[in-house]
């Protein structure tokens, strides 16, 4: 049996302008100025945003296609779509697009209810609510500004400051997360929280 050379192809990141990686995965100092290195077709050049940058037209710098090596741009979270919901971000659990109800629940509720609320809501259109996952409300956190309307109080007497996740510690607990800060708790499923509805 005859054994194929293994190539050599030397591929140039042009973002930096610095360094060259060869097949073998060793990173090499460029032996031209980085403004001599010359980019592959279709590759980006210049300096590029940071991942995460939002952009003049309102869309947000998501990096480099997997595919295709331009930039790439997504939609930013706190869109509002025609039917009513608000674009939250991609979901980190599932990869998909996630979207809230314009506002939280009217109420407060206890885990249970909360769950039972969001399992049987139909709003804008859509009854296939559901309480948001760890990761979700935490997204859902980190894009408060842009989603808006989330209590922010951080009050802890209700429990109004806090929102639900659907993860459950026990019998007697589920986690839950502070809007004022981001701090993570589990409160007895028994007190009241906020809760905000995804899709």
């Known amino acids: 049996m005859k054994t194929l050379p293994r190539p050599t192809a030397t591929l140039t990141i042009a973002a930096m302008g610095l360094v060259s990686a060869c097949a073998s995965g060793v990173l090499v100092a460029a032996d ?8 592959a077709p279709g590759a980006a050049t210049g300096p590029m945003p940071d991942i ?4 003049p037209d309102g869309t947000v710098y998501a990096g480099l296609s997997m595919i295709t090596g331009k930039p790439s741009f997504i939609e930013a979270a706190g869109g509002r779509m025609p039917d009513g919901t608000i674009y939250a971000g991609i979901s980190p659990d599932t990869g998909k697009p996630l979207y ?3 506002a939280d629940a009217p ?3 206890t885990w249970d209810a909360a769950m039972q609320y969001c399992r049987t809501l139909a709003a804008s259109g859509h009854s296939d609510w559901r309480v948001p996952s ?3 409300l935490a997204m859902q956190f980190g894009n408060r500004a842009e989603i808006g309307g989330f209590n922010e109080s951080g009050r802890m007497e209700h429990a109004t400051g806090y929102y639900w996740s659907s993860l459950p510690v026990s019998d007697q607990e589920a986690w839950a997360q502070r809007f004022n800060d981001g701090f993570h708790e589990h409160p007895g499923k028994d007190i009241p929280s906020s809760v905000r509805c995804v899709r």
């Open 32 to 39: 031209k100025p980085p403004n001599a290195i010359s980019a």
């Open 52 to 55: 995460g940058t939002r952009m």
């Open 100 to 102: 809230t109800t314009a």
């Open 107 to 109: 109420e407060v509720y």
């Open 134 to 136: 760890m990761g979700e």
